[in-house]
């Protein structure tokens, strides 16, 4: 008999029509813890009902919500009346809710609220307290149990994601009474020995009661003491711890822990790069800036040098030595045409030019003869002509 082949869809709905049809599951009475809350806008009431064991999604439909006499809360106790189907579009199978009666708050969740008010009020969660995480640690501290999944995922992870980073591990008992301890000594280890620069406690997911040992206030003490930052990765998603709220980062699962804890490889070497590049950069600015700086004094002092000044003067004395020659050249052709003036005018008043004219000049011992008087008795004479100079004897008539 050949079986035929079925789509997911089918199968899904072969599954709802067998549980539909089921008498139990359709008559259920179940006892939990709620988890998970969320009133919907629509006015549908999702949750989690869990115990020690187990977990399982539940609904109440607005229909049924509003008849609802008590407020839910997480932690809360809880009787579900109802039945059990499942969903099509996902395969999952939920609670639907008819009806809701407490049972009372779980003593573990009543101690849990009490103690994270208290470490609340005074200071344990305060932001401003809270260590960084380093983001390229070279040596990373693990506080677990060494043969638990929890090791095995943040060791997977860690190795995928950047093999250059250490991990060091320090066994401990994450579950059952007092192993809170181990966790205190191994985070005490760490912060003596200062070998490493961030640590990671944690454990898988379980019950309330498995996780317990991270909810101890010895330990959140020793967590808020810690020189070095703290994550805390315990359990699954759904599940906080008064480690979570006390510790420097809270990561969802130990995978997630060793995510926060160890940076991708390639990030790493991107960011040397990056800082690599902004460091030549800025050194080639720095340099530009202080050659600008050398040019700016250079030429400062270049203009203030005593050569320069010289050089300067030097050339202002050729300058006034220029004026001073075209001042002397000037005058002197000018004192040129007054004398060429003079010699002119000299010239046109010389009376040896009358000589050329047929002119002589008579003179006598006691100069020139210029009047008949000096002419009455016989004397030495000299007579000037225009080619030369007589000399005679003068004698009157009588």
């Not at 899904?12 to 008498?23: A, E």
């Not at 202080?290 to 050339?315: A, F, G, H, Q, W």
Request: with cysteine; aromatic share 6%; charged share 25%.
């Amino acid at each position: 008999m050949k079986i035929k082949t079925l789509t997911v869809s089918e199968v899904n709905n072969y599954l709802k029509r067998i549980i539909d049809n089921d008498f139990i599951l359709n008559n259920l009475s179940v006892k939990g813890e709620i988890s998970n809350l969320k009133y919907h806008s629509s006015g549908h009431i999702y949750f989690s009902l869990k115990d020690e064991g187990g977990k399982i999604n539940c609904v109440m439909f607005r229909s049924k919500a509003i008849m609802l006499k008590l407020t839910l809360e997480e932690g809360m106790g809880v009787v579900i009346g109802g039945r059990a189907s499942i969903y099509p579009q996902n395969g999952s199978i939920q609670l639907y809710c008819d009806t809701i009666e407490q049972e009372g708050r779980g003593e573990l969740y009543i101690k849990f609220e009490r103690l994270k008010e208290k470490l609340s009020k005074e200071g344990y969660f305060d932001e401003e307290l809270k260590k960084e995480v380093p983001k390229f640690p070279s040596r990373v501290g693990i506080v677990t149990s060494p043969t638990g999944a929890a090791i095995r995922d943040i060791i997977n992870v860690s190795r995928r994601r950047n093999r250059l980073v250490d991990l060091v591990l320090y066994p401990a008992k994450v579950q059952g009474i007092g192993a809170y301890k181990e966790v205190i000594d191994g985070i005490k280890y760490f912060n003596r020995t200062k070998s490493v620069d961030v640590i990671i406690i944690g454990r898988g997911g379980g019950s309330i009661e498995e996780l317990w040992n991270f909810n101890e206030e010895e330990l959140a003490k020793a967590i808020f003491k810690s020189k070095i930052p703290i994550i805390s990765a315990v359990g699954h998603e759904v599940d906080f711890t008064i480690s979570d709220f006390v510790s420097d980062v809270r990561a969802a699962t130990p995978s997630q822990g060793a995510e926060i804890a160890v940076p991708l490889q390639s990030d790493i070497e991107d960011a040397i790069e990056y800082m690599n590049n902004r460091m030549g950069s800025i050194i080639a600015n720095k340099l530009q800036l202080e050659k600008n700086k050398v040019d700016s004094l250079s030429r400062i002092l270049k203009l203030n040098s005593p050569m320069t000044r010289i050089v300067n003067n030097y050339m202002i004395v050729e300058k006034l030595k220029e004026r001073l020659n075209s001042n002397i050249v000037n005058k002197i052709n000018l004192e040129k045409e007054k004398l060429s003036g003079l010699n002119n005018l000299l010239m046109a008043q010389n009376p040896c030019n009358l000589l050329n004219k047929g002119y002589a000049i008579i003179e006598d011992e006691s100069g020139v003869i210029n009047t008949v008087k000096r002419m009455s008795e016989e004397k030495e004479i000299n007579v000037f002509l225009a080619d030369g100079l007589v000399k005679g004897k003068f004698s009157p008539d009588k």
